[in-house]
């Protein structure tokens, strides 16, 4: 990808972002209500993600500390089917409401992420390299650029990733790279070019950023 049209996805990425936050803030009758997002993660989600929303299951992502944007979009992208996941479908349809959706993004975002680490130190280097400056010859853009320094990420488009599973990240990336997950064009056009041993080395090393 030339950097003018790298410039012009991330620019239309953004502008992607700032409709569904604009659609968060504005869509909702009243301000997210973190106290009542608690109640209803504590009864739909606490299994899989952790009381404090910081799951010790690796194949579900830590959603704390997340921007609640993001959070809100993937909720609406589930129970619209736009990104497909059984499980997710059936626990989003027990929420009555985008209200309550609103109020489970409050709440997640409120909570501090646990940090992680890096497990494999012969591939921390390559990890870091693709974070931090991508794969030039291959036209792969560096992760830093939309997620930041720290993985600290972004409103809706572009979320948080320091510390995230690496279990979770592989799945992820891999599911964006075999179009198993086809809710964000930006990232299936990057994983797609990524093969196995960087989609880990990538994973292991966002685990350990922060």
């Known amino acids: 990808m030339k950097p003018f049209a790298q410039i012009l996805s991330v620019l239309m990425a953004a502008s992607a972002g700032l409709c569904v936050s604009t659609a968060f803030a504005a869509g909702a009758p009243a ?15 606490v299994a899989c993600h952790g009381p404090d929303s910081n799951s010790v299951i690796p194949m579900y992502p830590k959603l704390a ?22 499980i997710m479908f059936g626990m989003v349809a027990t929420l009555p409401d985008a209200a309550a959706m609103r109020d489970v993004a409050a709440y997640v975002a409120s909570q501090k992420v646990a940090p992680g680490a890096a497990k494999n130190p012969d591939t921390v280097l390559l990890g870091q390299q693709i974070y931090r400056g991508g794969i030039a010859d291959r036209s792969i ?8 320094p720290s993985g600290a990420g972004m409103s809706a ?7 995230q599973h690496a279990e979770y990240v592989v799945t992820q990336l891999t599911a964006f790279r075999d179009g198993t997950r086809n809710n964000n064009t930006i990232m299936s056009d990057v994983a797609a070019k990524l093969n196995d041993r960087e989609i880990k080395a990538l994973a292991d090393y966002i685990d350990g950023l922060h």
């Open 157 to 163: 488009q572009f979320p948080r990733l320091g510390g």
């Open 65 to 86: 500390q997340q921007h609640p944007e993001y959070i809100f979009k993937q909720l609406d992208d589930f129970k619209t089917k736009k990104r497909d996941n059984a």
């Open 141 to 148: 853009p560096s992760c830093s650029g939309c997620h930041g």
């Open 31 to 45: 301000a997210p209500d973190a106290a009542k997002g608690q109640a209803i993660f504590g009864q739909t989600c």
